[in-house]
């Protein structure tokens, strides 16, 4: 029901930084959260950050906390992620994705995905 894209990766330094973006569009009624995942070469995709539909409420993977932020417009179709400090391992296809929670989720919590922006990171 719900299409998503991501725009905003790219290739950055060490320590440098990036905000994606995951526009949403179509029948968003049902979801009540949307997220980013990662997915590295050679690993299994990853959670990485999470937001109510409604902004007021965050979560974040161990990895990401303090450097990520994720926020979304008072439109509530587009969802950013600022990276900063921005790390090597940090470098993966990021995905949005549009669910039913944002405490702690899991792949599972998940129904529409978007095709992914690549970030790369030189050390």
């Known amino acids: 029901q719900v299409q998503l894209v991501e725009t905003g990766g790219g290739l950055v330094q060490a320590g440098g930084s990036l905000t994606l973006s995951c526009v949403a569009s179509g029948r968003t009624f049902s979801w009540s959260a949307m997220g980013w995942f990662r997915q590295a070469p050679g690993k299994e995709r990853e959670f990485v950050a999470s937001i109510s539909w409604n902004g007021g409420s965050t979560y974040y993977a161990d990895s990401v906390k303090g450097r990520f932020t994720i926020s979304r417009t008072k439109a509530k179709n587009t969802v950013y992620l600022q990276i900063n400090s921005l790390k090597p391992e940090d470098t993966a296809v990021y995905y949005c994705?549009?669910?039913?929670?944002?405490?702690?989720?899991?792949?599972?919590?998940?129904?529409?995905w978007g095709q992914g922006t690549q970030v790369t990171v030189s050390s």
């Open positions: 994705a549009a669910g039913s929670t944002w405490y702690s989720p899991g792949e599972g919590d998940f129904g529409s």
